[in-house]
């Protein structure tokens, strides 16, 4: 195993980077093409804030493996401290709530942000340390978790760059809480099993196999539409902007994602009876991991940034950042390949019989 390989186990990169890094740039993004903040401060501002959130990340996970150390052996789950042991592990987790919550301080004069802030480090602590432990209080836990890890963070984001209660915030702090909570009823399910046969109790165990399985079918649809919600926002606002060079540029999204979206739609309405996965049937090489993994956590961002470079090059360096850590987060994928899959699914969904 490199180096490499075990800093992403010990920080459990491979349980939220994927998902949230890019959704928390795309924001970044999308506020700076807004807002025409083209200067050096303002790239020292969103580094600044990328670190504090990465970091608060990895510590809401590390937390969480810390206080679950004895139900994950029970249930032969893998935990980063079961060869440190929990006074190591309470060392580590403490120094990195001290580096986080100090890069956090840099924004503390942003109105509404150290609201925020307290609320996201309290949430993310007691999620899982007692005496509280949410995530053992079925509902109000689910509802935590996801509002802890995807809106609270967009809301800040938005908060440091002056934007608190616009429209646009709204939209992406709904979208995000739709998306969030998609993903982690999905977990609930993924370890429904696991989490009956310790006791756990999760809103999935709480509420059983048939009514989480209902509820996941659903919100998968809402997080399709959400998404396109915002993926529409974007592309009005963006328009509007005079600094656009090209205008239509920004249709370009739209159009995929339509796309993507609408071979996604026929593929459920012609597999009625199966549950859609896209979040933990791994493995999937399809339309339906084009449209929630490769397209969102991806494409969208990347083409924001690529916009950036284009309208002030000193912003390449979020090009190149964010092209590394996805090649950290998907070491095997294949651009080429996935585009194929793509022209061939949608061949196939679209084809007349």
Same mark, same amino acid.
């Given at each position: *195993? ?27 993004? =999308? ?7 083209? +200067? ?26 810390? #206080?679950? *150390? ?28 001290? /580096?986080?919550?100090?890069? &956090? ?32 209080? &079925? ?10 890890? =995807?809106?609270?963070?967009?809301? $800040?984001?938005? @908060? ?6 616009? #429209? ?7 979208? +995000? ?19 009956? +046969?310790?006791?756990?109790?999760? =809103? ?6 048939? @009514? ?6 659903? /919100?998968?649809?809402?997080? $399709? ?18 600094? *656009? ?66 309208? =002030? ?8 950042? #964010?092209?590394?850590? @996805? ?24 084809? *007349?019989?």
């Amino acid at each position: *195993m490199t180096v490499l390989e075990s800093f992403k186990n010990m920080v459990r990169w491979h349980c939220w980077a994927h998902g949230k890094i890019p959704l928390f740039c795309t924001c970044l993004f =999308y506020l700076v093409l807004k807002r025409s903040l083209f +200067s050096v401060e303002t790239i020292k501002e969103i580094l600044i804030f990328l670190v504090f959130i990465i970091l608060a990340s990895i510590y809401g996970y590390l937390i969480n493996d810390l #206080f679950d *150390m004895d139900i994950d052996k029970k249930q032969g789950k893998n935990n980063v401290f079961e060869k440190t042991g929990k006074v190591r592990g309470t060392i580590i987790v403490s120094v990195l709530f001290l /580096i986080s919550f100090y890069c &956090g301080l840099y924004f503390k004069d942003k109105e509404h942000f150290n609201l925020f802030l307290f609320t996201l480090f309290f949430l993310a602590t007691f999620y899982s340390a007692p005496p509280l432990r949410f995530k053992t209080r &079925g509902l109000s836990g689910l509802l935590i978790v996801f509002i802890t890890q =995807y809106p609270i963070p967009v809301i $800040m984001i938005f @908060t440091v760059f002056e934007s608190f209660g616009s #429209f646009d915030m709204w939209a992406f702090a709904l979208f +995000s809480t739709i998306t969030g909570a998609a993903q982690e009823i999905g977990h609930q399910r993924y370890d429904l099993q696991n989490d009956k +046969s310790t006791g756990t109790q999760t =809103y999935a165990v709480e509420k059983g196999e048939d @009514t989480i399985n209902n509820l996941y079918k659903v /919100i998968i649809v809402f997080d $399709m539409l959400s998404m396109f919600g915002v993926i529409v926002m974007l592309t009005i606002v963006l328009w509007s902007e005079s600094f *656009m060079l090209i205008p239509h540029i920004i249709c370009i999204p739209l159009v995929i994602y339509l796309c993507l979206s609408g071979g996604v739609l026929l593929q459920m309405f012609r597999q009625k009876n199966k549950i859609l996965d896209p979040y933990f049937e791994y493995g999937r090489n399809d339309i339906v991991n084009l449209t929630f993994t490769l397209f969102p956590n991806f494409f969208l961002p990347f083409f924001l940034a690529c916009l950036l470079t284009a309208l =002030y090059l000193p912003y390449i360096i979020f090009a190149i950042i #964010f092209f590394v850590i @996805t090649y950290i987060t998907f070491p095997q994928a294949q651009p080429a390949a996935k585009i194929k899959i793509l022209i061939d699914e949608l061949k196939s969904l679209f084809k *007349m019989n």
